[in-house]
Every structure is written in structure tokens, then in C-alpha cells.
T-cell receptor, first 116, second 114 residues
Framework: DTEVTQTPKHLVMGMTNKKSLKCEQH?????MYWYKQKAKKPPELMFV???????INESVPSRFSPECPNSSLLNLHLHALQPEDSALYLC???????????????FGPGTRLTVT | AQSVTQPDIHITVSEGASLELRCNYS??????LFWYVQSPGQGLQLLLK??????LVQGIKGFEAEFKRSQSSFNLRKPSVHWSDAAEYFC????????????FGTGTRLKVLA
């Protein structure tokens, strides 16, 4: 199984709402990633988890809160978002610990988030 | 600093024609190199990767890429394009030492004419 799943596919939320995005993989990968992708732009790295510990936070605002409950699951908790946070949020996983050596990443289909 | 350049924002080809998408990188050593494809509203799918060894790598869907160290390039090719190849293509560079880095190029949007 080489699949990364993400739920929900679409999410519309107001600026005062709290919501969560979910990502799951069953490939035994030990690194998981959150990316943000605006239209016609490449993915921008937000967070990296390795062995269920936060390894990289690319200076993401605190209204985005990641969580890795176990090696297969990755959540992104959203609170008090702004309209400019509307984007496609992609989850990815890779086999290798993201130390000096990077590895191919497997991406989920993404969650299309709209903040109203 | 590590960077990836995809010089062509848009490319249009006719179905059945050959395709070459350009990717140039800047890195202190030989990096890990990847090509991904993204259909509209979808996630990214890995087409192929280069870590070391043979500089011509074969990927899925009939794609291949050639690593040219002297030109710092990793261009993607396909001999005959199908309409279903219309998508966004991203080149990516991964670090092989030091601080972890994984950088995507700005992408090339491929349009295929019937």
C-alpha cells in the first residue's frame, strides 16, 4: 500500500472556527510532512515530523498546530485562520529520517481549505 | 544557496509529439533530484528520481530524465506525449548533507493539443 490519505477533501471554515485536517499512511514511513500550496505555486514546507517528534517548523504561525499521535497519523489543527490561509494543504511521508539525506516523498491528494 | 529553476512556466505540445521539460539546480555537491507531476486539485506523484549511478533514469508513464553534472541540469523527457500528460510538473532537489532541505521548482504547466 503506497497511499497517503487525507481528510476531508474540502473544508470551508470561518475565521473564528476550529477545525482539523487528518493524514494517514500505512507504509511504515517514519517521516511525515505538511505542505501548503497556493494556486499555480509549488508546495511550501510547513512542518516535518520524524519518529513522531516535530523536527522542522518553517516559522509557521501558531494558528496552525501540528500533531503526530502515532507513526501513521498526522493532524493539522486550525484555529483563527485568515482568508489568506486558503490553499491546498498537502500531507506527505517518506521512509527515511530527514537528516542529512532526503528521500522521495509520497503525497496525499490534499485538503482544499477555504477560509471565509 | 540551494535552488531549483524551471525556466518554462507553460509548454504546449501536440499529442504524439516529444517533450522536454527543463530543470536547473544550484547545489554545492550532487543533490538528490526528483520529478513530480500534479494533476489539477490533486497531490504530487513521483515520476522518477536520481540519487547516483546511471545518469539516465527511467520513470513511470514513459518518462525519463538525464542528469548532466556539467550543466547542473535534470531535464525530463518523453518521446510521445499523451493527452493525459497535461498537468503541472515540478522538479525538486533534496540535500545530501548538512541541514535538511527539499526544494521544489516553480513548476511547468503542460498543455497537450489533440
Amino acid at each position: 500500500d503506497t497511499e497517503v490519505t487525507q481528510t476531508p477533501k474540502h473544508l470551508v471554515m470561518g475565521m473564528t472556527n476550529k477545525k482539523s485536517l487528518k493524514c494517514e499512511q500505512h507504509m511504515g514511513h517514519r517521516a511525515m510532512y505538511w505542505y501548503k500550496q497556493k494556486a499555480k505555486k509549488p508546495p511550501e514546507l510547513m512542518f516535518v515530523y520524524s519518529y513522531e517528534k516535530l523536527s522542522i517548523n518553517e516559522s509557521v504561525p501558531s494558528r496552525f498546530s501540528p500533531e503526530c499521535p502515532n507513526s501513521s497519523l498526522l493532524n493539522l489543527h486550525l484555529h483563527a485562520l485568515q482568508p489568506e490561509d486558503s490553499a491546498l494543504y498537502l500531507c506527505a511521508s517518506s521512509q527515511q529520517y530527514p537528516g542529512p539525506y532526503s528521500d522521495e516523498q509520497y503525497f496525499g491528494p490534499g485538503t482544499r481549505l477555504t477560509v471565509t | 544557496a540551494q535552488s531549483v529553476t524551471q525556466p518554462d512556466i507553460h509548454i504546449t505540445v501536440s499529442e504524439g509529439a516529444s517533450l522536454e521539460l527543463r530543470c536547473n539546480y544550484s547545489y554545492g555537491a550532487t543533490p538528490y533530484l526528483f520529478w513530480y507531476v500534479q494533476s489539477p486539485g490533486q497531490g504530487l506523484q513521483l515520476l522518477l528520481k536520481y540519487f547516483s549511478g546511471d545518469t539516465l533514469v527511467q520513470g513511470i508513464k514513459g518518462f525519463e530524465a538525464e542528469f548532466k553534472r556539467s550543466q547542473s541540469s535534470f531535464n525530463l523527457r518523453k518521446p510521445s506525449v499523451h493527452w493525459s500528460d497535461a498537468a503541472e510538473y515540478f522538479c525538486a532537489v533534496g540535500s545530501t548533507s548538512g541541514t535538511y532541505k527539499y526544494i521544489f521548482g516553480t513548476g511547468t504547466r503542460l498543455k497537450v493539443l489533440a
